[in-house]
């Protein structure tokens, strides 16, 4: 199952982008939580994280869907997959949170409630750093 929705994920990564009206059709059609679901029940593939945190990144896009994807939970969700996740799965949880709290009082504000400054911070310093 998990991997019909990672593939749902990126189909609609790459629609998305092409249209607006693509961004509002996805968030009305009640595909977020479901893919958030399918991302914390199956949490560590990071396959799927990457799948739903690029969703989750273009959803961004556009001011109005911003509020209702982090009003769907996937704030907290990202930031757990900076807990346990690989370089490539944290890179893209940082740049869907980036997305979605750029321009976004309401989805700061649950970004900083939910911890998100100690989670960024936290996945940052686990980088070794580049001495060249």
């Not at 969703?55 to 757990?80: F, Q, R, W, Y």
């Not at 979605?100 to 980088?127: D, F, Q, W």
């Amino acid at each position: 199952k998990e991997h019909v929705q990672k593939e749902g994920c990126f189909f609609l990564q790459n629609l998305i982008v092409v249209s607006e009206d693509v961004i509002h059709d996805v968030v009305k059609s009640g595909v977020v939580p479901i893919v958030l679901t399918a991302m914390s029940n199956h949490a560590g593939n990071s396959e799927l994280e990457e799948a739903v945190c690029g969703l989750m990144s273009n959803l961004g896009l556009e001011e109005e869907t911003k509020i209702k994807v982090g009003k769907a939970g996937a704030i907290p969700l990202l930031l757990s997959v900076l807990e346990k996740g690989d370089e490539m799965t944290n890179q893209a949880a940082c740049a869907a949170l980036h997305r979605l709290a750029s321009g976004c009082p309401e989805n700061r504000e649950i970004l900083t409630a939910s911890g998100g400054v100690r989670a960024a911070i936290g996945v940052m310093k686990s980088i070794p750093h580049d001495d060249a």
